[in-house]
Every structure is written in C-alpha cells, then in structure tokens.
C-alpha cells in the first residue's frame, strides 16, 4: 500500500480553538472557574474535547461499516477537601457552560472560597508529530489496505475460510484550564489496525488475529521493505497463527516454569501489577501494594516504569488530562516498590508532585490515576539462552486479556498463542492455555530477564471503573520459575 499525502482532506479544527464558534480565551475560562470556585471550592478545572473519529470494517471481502463521528464538550470539575463535585455540557454556549460550572461548585457548602489564579500557558513537547493524519487522506487508502490484508490472509493458505479486517482512527484535541493558572492544549492522533483470520481443516477450525497501530498516521502501514508490517504482513500473520493452532496439543496443567515472549506479554504486567500502582487504590487501601513503599516487591532482576513520554506510541501522552506534564516514572526499581502513579488528589494526599497519569475516557469522566506505556525494563540474558533454560514449560506468546483482583493481585489469563518447551526449544503450539497466578508473587519469581525489550504494537485498551483509554505495554523475555497453568490435558 503507498499512502497519497498530495490530496489530503481538511480536518476540522475544534470549535472551541482560537477563531472558532466557541473559542474560549481565558477571560472566559476565569469566568467559569470563578463560577465553579463562588460556592467554595478549593480548586477547580475546564475540560474542553473534541473528537473527531472514524472506522472501517471489513467482512467476508465485503465493506460492512464505514462509519463517522464527533463529539465535543466540557467536563467542570470542583474539589473541596476530598469531596469532588462534576459536571458536564455538550452545549458551549455561555449559558450552558456557566450552569455546568456552578452545578459542579455545589459539591462546597458555604465557608470562603478560593479566587482562580491568573492563566498562564504550559508549554509542552510533541512525543506524536504527524504531518497528515489519517483522517486527511482518503477512505479509498483505508479501504484499499483492508482489502490487501483480507487478500494476504487468504491467499497464504486455502484453509482460510473467514476474514474480517478493521481500522479505527481519530483525533482528539484536548483544552484544559486550572484555578491554579495553568492552561494545556493537546491534539492526539490515534489508529489501530486489526484483522482476524480462520481456518479449518478436517473438522478442526481455529481463529488467528493480528494488528498494530498508536499516534501515527496511515503512512505507518506503508509498505517500506521485507520487513514492513502493513496491511498485507498482518493478513498473513493472522493466517499463521490460525494454521498453528489448527496442529495445538492440549495445555498440561501444573506448576510450570514460563517463559514471557517480549512485547505483548506486558499485558501480563499491566494488568496483575500495574493497577495495583496506581495510587487511588493505595490512598484507599485497597491495593495489595498498600504500604509497602521501599520494600522489595519483586525480584531485583526487576525495574518497572511506566513512561508517557514514549514516540508515538499508542499510551502516549504530551499533558495528562488535569494540564501536568507527562513524564517517566520509575514503580519499582531493582525490586524495591519506589513510586505510585499519581492524579492531582492522590498527589495532594501523599504530598508529593502529580506524575502526568490523571487521566479520563472523555469530558463525561472525571480524571483518575492510570497507566500510560507500561514496561518491564531489559535485563541480560540471550532470549535463546532463556528458553534453552527451560527443560519442561510454557512459552507465552500471546494473550486475549484476562482478570485480575487489584486487592491482592491474583489473576487469570488466557493465551491465544503459546508453545510447548521441551529440553530447551519451543516444540508443539498448545490450546487451551491459562495463567492462574499472583502479580507480586510473579515478580518474585522472575529469574532471568533477556535484553531484547519490545513495545507492544498499539493495539491495547485498559478499562477502569467503567473508563477506557489507550495504553501501550512492553517487555523483554522474561523467565518465570513457575507459574499455575491451567490447561485442559488430560493425561
């Protein structure tokens, strides 16, 4: 596929940007935080969006869904002492937006009230400069790259039997004001790919699914070699892993030693230790991590991060969404639990700066404590080395996602791909396979780490509390002394 940037598609800018319907200078943001802070609140901001987006999807080699939306509003909210007031407008008129603000300054009853500081703007970096998003260039390009991967899949192996393909994309500009004078302005881009490939033969039918994406434009899918990973190399990725799980042994089940492949495995890392570090659970105790800041946590092999600085990358950020910027923040470092992800509220309660992770889905939501690019930083080994390591176990490749219990960290986790070790090399590719463990307890048992760090192409999305965002992960080959596998052999 080769992207055309010569005819690009005007991309609206939001109505609430300088010279447009609803431009909001910041006279009338002192306004409205005026309004919001009159019956005496001790703090309050505007979260102005607009998000324009669009998907594709394609079923059987036929275009099911070409679809188009935009959204814009304002989310007001108040805090007073540790209560929180919200509240929020799809009408930017001055009538509505006043309302909305004084709807969410009720949460303060009476008492004096804090006066908004002057506004001065914070200047940001670009981690996700795109010259022509995908929204400016045309639909047939998108079409056009899901028609070559659906005929990549298929024409790798005559037992495909079902194709779909998508492509979402959008940008999502973001205008943020604070009582205490600080005003940020975001435009993030974000696509993602996906196909997802069957095959069947001899009764036997397995699904293979790949994809990628993050803040780029369509040119990222470019082809641009052997090694390109556009539409076409993930068809017959999709088609590749269906074909080997159509030959998948069942799982054994049993205390296993694990092998981690790098990349996507940091989903693991994510979900069963990630959450737990995000501080509104340890503000409420509810965090199996509660309490435990300087102990050793994990394995010293182990150094977590969680990075929302990263180019381009699908959990990326330039300001979090209460206008602080985005940065790297060091979790655990040598094993030892050193730092918590931080919104504004949970900063305030440990008396420390915010991190950059106050985060929401949407001016509907009010902004949290969430991961950004979450990883497990390199070790030293030789990746061969680790599985030469290993004379019985589990090599997980793959996952579909799973569930975990913030409290104490258990989870379960299914594996889409995943293989056999025997005496050192991967054998037969298995089914049926599920991780059943405990994330610290995971990281205690880490014992060697390879060198061969992957980001996970942009193809995750975390749910909190009813919230989605984009989010990034990322890991080397990791081995794991043992681990529950929950598989289904029976003999």
């Known amino acids: 596929m080769t992207v055309q940037t010569t005819a690009a598609l005007p991309v609206p800018d939001a109505p609430f940007a300088p010279g447009g319907e609803h431009e909001i200078d910041t006279d009338t943001a002192m306004r409205l935080l005026g309004a919001a802070l009159e019956a005496g609140g001790d703090y309050a901001d505007l979260y102005f969006e607009y998000r324009i987006g669009a998907n594709y999807l394609l079923e059987d080699e036929r275009i099911k869904t070409v679809g188009r939306g935009v959204t814009l509003g304002l989310g007001v909210r108040v805090l007073k002492g540790d209560a929180t007031g919200y509240a929020y407008t799809e009408d930017l008129s001055p ?5 909305a603000a004084r709807i969410a300054g009720q949460i303060a009853a009476g008492g004096g009230h804090a006066e908004p500081v002057a506004i001065e703007p914070v200047v ?5 400069s795109v010259p022509t ?26 037992r495909v039997i079902k194709v779909d393909a998508s492509f979402v994309e959008q940008i999502r500009q973001t205008l943020v004001f604070t009582s205490d004078g600080r005003m940020s302005h975001d435009r993030l881009p974000l696509i993602r790919f996906g196909i997802s490939a069957v095959a069947e033969d001899g009764g036997k039918r397995q699904a293979g699914r790949s994809g990628g994406g ?3 434009g369509l040119d990222y899918f470019a082809a641009a070699g052997d090694d390109a990973r556009d539409g076409a190399w993930h068809g017959r990725e999709a088609t590749r892993i269906a074909l080997a799980m159509l030959d998948a042994r069942d799982a054994p089940a049993g205390e296993l030693p694990v ?5 996507d495995s940091g989903i693991l890392l994510h979900e069963a230790v990630g959450h737990g570090l995000e501080a509104d659970f340890n503000r409420k105790q509810t965090s199996n991590y509660s309490g435990q800041m300087g102990h050793m946590v994990a394995s010293e092999l182990c150094t977590v991060v969680d990075d929302g600085t990263v180019p381009h990358s699908r959990g990326t950020i330039n300001v979090d969404d209460e206008g602080h910027h985005t940065r790297e923040n060091v979790l655990i470092e040598g094993g030892k639990l050193v730092g918590y992800m931080h919104d504004r509220i949970s900063a305030r309660h440990y008396g ?14 009010m902004p949290m404590p969430r991961m950004t690019n979450t990883s497990l930083r390199p070790g030293q080994h030789d990746p061969e080395e680790i599985v030469r390591s290993v004379d019985r176990g589990i090599y997980a490749k793959r996952f579909s996602g799973g569930q975990v219990n913030i409290s ?5 986790f299914s594996l889409t791909e995943s293989y056999l070790i025997e005496g050192g ?8 396979v599920n991780l059943i463990g405990n994330g610290p307890d995971v990281l205690r048992r880490v014992t060697m780490l390879g060198s061969d760090y992957e980001l996970s192409d942009g193809i995750w999305t975390c749910g909190k509390d009813g919230q989605s965002v984009p989010v990034g992960v990322g890991t080397p080959t990791v081995k794991i002394s043992h681990i529950t596998v929950g598989g289904t052999q029976t003999s």
């Open 214 to 216: 993050g803040r780029y």
């Open 95 to 99: 009538e509505r937006m006043l309302h």
């Open 408 to 412: 104490n960290g258990d989870f379960v």
């Open 425 to 432: 090399k991967l054998t037969a590719p298995l089914k049926g």
């Open 259 to 263: 092998v981690l492949a790098p990349g």
């Open 352 to 365: 420390v700066k915010p991190t950059g992770n106050g985060r929401r889905q949407s001016f509907r939501h």
């Open 133 to 158: 998003p995908s929204l400016a260039v045309p639909a047939t390009e998108k079409l056009a790259m899901l028609r070559a991967a659906d005929q990549a899949a298929r024409a790798a192996d005559s």
């Open 124 to 128: 940001l970096p670009n981690f996700y």
